[in-house]
């Protein structure tokens, strides 16, 4: 309780910081006076870790500026030294995923163990580092899976409805992408439109794309062991 309390204050703290912070105050009112139908609507600047450049928000997007607001950079920020992509690292953070509001009833339901921990994932069934990520997942448990059926791929939209349409459509799942076995033929309405609008949403383009319980989504295929670490520390 103490430590949420604290994190809190200091959250509020650095907020306030930056409100009343004389070039944050300027840079906002310089890019929202005059470049606003450029780049969107500014929701946060903040200084980056590089001094002189700032950090500026708008919507679902990351630019970086000077402190007059002269220049405008449009890409990603390293550092080097960690070998850390700093843009992407602060994406996920600032535009994390409310997990309570997935469609969770689009998705195909895997209970592992006792269920505890949650991801969700967006999957198609010709991605080949979606299967690894299914072989993966056999070595991780106590964990509610829920796997979005996103058939980016040419053929793939035939296979969702053949799993969607069996009986048990996570079993279907499993048999396809750990065995190679295709479902039967699907006849029934699948609601695969609601899933890619989903994604597209999300901005989610490509596969496999990971979704933990904290919201951060992660780009890409990841092993059992980074997936257990991740999974712990989300579910915190």
Excluded at 217 to 227: C, E, K
Aim: hydrophobic residues 40%; proline residues 5%; glycine residues 6%.
């Amino acid at each position: 309780m103490f430590r949420t309390l604290l994190l809190l204050l200091l959250s509020a703290s650095f907020a306030h910081a930056a409100e009343t912070d004389p070039v944050i105050t300027s840079i906002k009112n310089t890019l929202q006076t005059n470049y606003e139908q450029l780049i969107g609507p500014v929701d946060q600047v903040n200084k980056s870790p590089v001094a002189g450049l700032y950090e500026v928000v708008t919507g679902d997007h990351i630019f970086y500026t000077d402190k007059t607001a002269h220049y405008l950079i449009d890409g990603s920020l390293f550092d080097l030294k960690q070998r850390k992509n700093i843009t992407e690292a602060r994406s996920r953070k600032l535009f994390a995923v409310d997990f309570a509001k997935l469609p969770l009833e689009l998705a195909v339901k895997k209970v592992k163990g006792n269920g505890s921990r949650k991801m969700a994932y967006f999957t198609d069934p010709n991605c080949g580092y979606c299967k690894k990520l299914e072989h993966e997942l056999q070595s991780v448990t106590d964990v509610t899976l829920y796997l979005f059926l996103y058939p980016i791929f040419d053929g793939s939209a035939e296979k969702v409805r053949g799993v969607m349409c069996s009986k048990s459509p996570a079993k279907a799942w499993d048999n396809l992408m750990l065995n190679g076995v295709a479902p039967a033929k699907g006849t029934c309405d699948v609601q695969t439109d609601k899933v890619m609008a989903l994604g597209k949403k999300l901005k989610v383009n490509g596969t496999p794309a990971l979704i933990f319980a904290n919201g951060q989504l992660n780009p890409g295929y990841m092993p059992a062991a980074d997936l257990n670490k991740a999974l712990e520390a989300n579910s915190k």
